[in-house]
């Protein structure tokens, strides 16, 4: 079975442009999840989606930071625009049946800006 | 202020040495608890989900268990690759119907 795909793998990029990272969550599963790793805050949740639909955007940390989900298949997690604080990788996660069952999560986009 | 906290940070054991890492938590009110396995350069992998204190799951040589106030993760007779990050997590009551919230992690190094 194909597990959470996220891409791209790395990130580097310059402070101030605009990143893109993209999810595609695990056939069948309507529970997506964004996460944030640094070594000083740990994981983070920035945002839940069920049935496409946001649920809860408190861990969004700025107005900076967009997500999307237009269909089941597909998610993006937008920064525009950039900066160094950013740096950081970010998960994105899957189950069928929200935040209070297990989770399948993605190998992360370690994302740099320089 | 709900919390997890994840202790040691780090542990080194050599192979076939049992031991145990804590997670303990402050939180209004637990939902679940979850364990993760992170190994680097990938996300966490699910490893067991627990409900209520009193409350056990194994799996190999993993053991997890709940009180009210913590968690443990048992590891029999560890091998070199048990080595990993081990992440607690508790979704909670809230306003926020999504509350999850990672503990920091115990990094577990086994040695041959």
């Known amino acids: 079975d194909a597990g959470v795909i996220q891409s791209p793998r790395h990130e580097v990029t310059e402070m101030g442009q605009e990143v893109t990272l993209r999810c595609k969550p695990i056939?069948?599963?309507?529970?997506l999840f964004w996460y944030r790793q640094t070594m000083m805050r740990g994981l983070e949740l920035l945002i839940y989606?069920?049935?496409?639909?946001?649920?809860?955007d408190s861990g969004m940390p700025e107005d900076r930071f967009s997500a999307k989900m237009p269909n089941a298949s597909f998610s993006t997690l937008k920064i525009q625009p950039s900066e160094p604080r950013d740096s950081a990788v970010y998960f994105c996660?899957?189950?069928?049946?929200?935040?209070?069952?297990?989770?399948?999560f993605g190998d992360g986009t370690r994302l740099s800006i320089l | 202020e709900d919390q997890v906290t994840q202790s040691p940070e780090a542990l080194r054991l050599q192979e076939g040495e049992s031991s145990s890492l804590n997670c303990s938590y402050t939180v209004s009110g637990l939902r679940g608890l979850f364990w993760y396995r992170q190994d680097p350069g990938k996300g966490p992998e699910f490893l067991f989900t627990?409900?209520?204190a009193g409350e056990e799951k194994e799996k190999e040589r993993l053991k997890a268990t709940l009180t009210k106030k913590e968690s443990f993760l048992h590891i029999t007779a560890p091998k070199p690759e048990d080595s990993a990050t081990y992440l607690c997590?508790?979704?909670?009551?809230?306003?926020?119907?999504?509350?999850?919230?990672f503990g920091s992690g115990t990094r577990l190094s086994i040695r041959p």
């Open positions: 997590a508790v979704q909670a009551d809230g306003s926020s119907a999504s509350k999850i919230i």
């Open positions: 056939s069948g599963h309507n529970s």
């Open positions: 627990l409900y209520s």
């Open positions: 996660a899957s189950n069928d049946r929200g935040p209070d069952q297990p989770q399948h």
């Open positions: 989606f069920n049935n496409n639909v946001p649920i809860d």
